[in-house]
């Protein structure tokens, strides 16, 4: 599990980091808003499953785990408030 963690979160910063370095190094490479909008709202989700997979092996663990449910509860705020407006 921790591999398939690890996936999704240099998933979702490839789906980041790759539109921007084409957009940096081309002069007429341009984006539309809702791909924009398509690429950030999926790289969070990836993060959202991410920390989801953090959790529950800390659960199993009896580890802490408090930081990591707000870093969903934010991030899924975000989402949702990016969804709606």
């Known amino acids: ?16 980091v790759i539109p921007i370095s084409v957009a940096l190094m ?12 398509t690429v950030i709202s999926i790289a969070m989700i990836l993060v959202i499953l991410g920390k989801v997979m953090t959790i529950l092996e800390k659960r199993r663990e009896n580890k802490r785990f408090e930081p990591d449910v ?15 407006f």
Request: proline share 0%; glycine share 4%; net charge positive.
């Open 26 to 37: 081309s002069d007429h490479a341009t984006f539309s808003a809702a791909f924009s909008h």
């Open 1 to 16: 599990m921790s591999k398939l963690k690890w996936f999704l979160y240099v998933s979702a910063a490839l789906l980041v």
């Open 70 to 84: 707000g870093a969903v509860i934010g991030l899924s705020i975000v989402l949702v408030f990016s969804l709606i």
